[in-house]
Nanobody
Framework: QVQLVESGGGLVQAGGSLRVSCAAS????????IGWFRQVPGKEREGVSC?????????WYADSVKGRFTISRDNAEPTIYLEMNNLQPEDTAVYYC????????????????????WGQGTQVTVSS
């Protein structure tokens, strides 16, 4: 059975760090485009960071998180990670992981929130 299960969300003060994880059971990550997205009530889901499953150096980050967030993956687990540093209140959202195949490139993967495989999400709350 294939499924994506996020974990690691929580409450953190501004300036703090969190690492959210996505356990990708039944998936072989090298065949997928990998992404982290977030959503707040009343707004559309937005792409945060995306990764080429075949090439760890091929990544995309939203301008709002560049320099603060890092996407990575562990093929052996297989698990996808989003390391978030210097968190700010505007980062408060439900964070979702997604896998897609085929995909065009990491930028278009992140700019499009219509994907085949989604996790249930994990809440990240940043207090000021």
């Amino acid at each position: 059975q294939v499924q994506l299960v996020e974990s690691g969300g929580g409450l953190v003060q501004a300036g703090g760090s969190l690492r959210v994880s996505c356990a990708a059971s039944g998936f072989t990550l090298k065949y997928y485009g990998i992404g982290w997205f977030r959503q707040v009530p009343g707004k559309e889901r937005e792409g945060v960071s995306c990764l080429n499953g075949r090439d760890d150096t091929d990544t995309w980050y939203a301008d709002s998180v560049k320099g603060r967030f890092t996407i990575s993956r562990d093929n052996a687990e297989p698990t996808i990670y989003l390391e978030m540093n210097n968190l700010q209140p505007e980062d408060t959202a439900v964070y979702y992981c997604a896998l897609e195949a085929p995909w065009k490139d990491v930028q278009s993967l992140c700019l499009n929130s219509r994907h085949s495989n989604w996790g249930q999400g994990t809440q990240v709350t940043v207090s000021s």
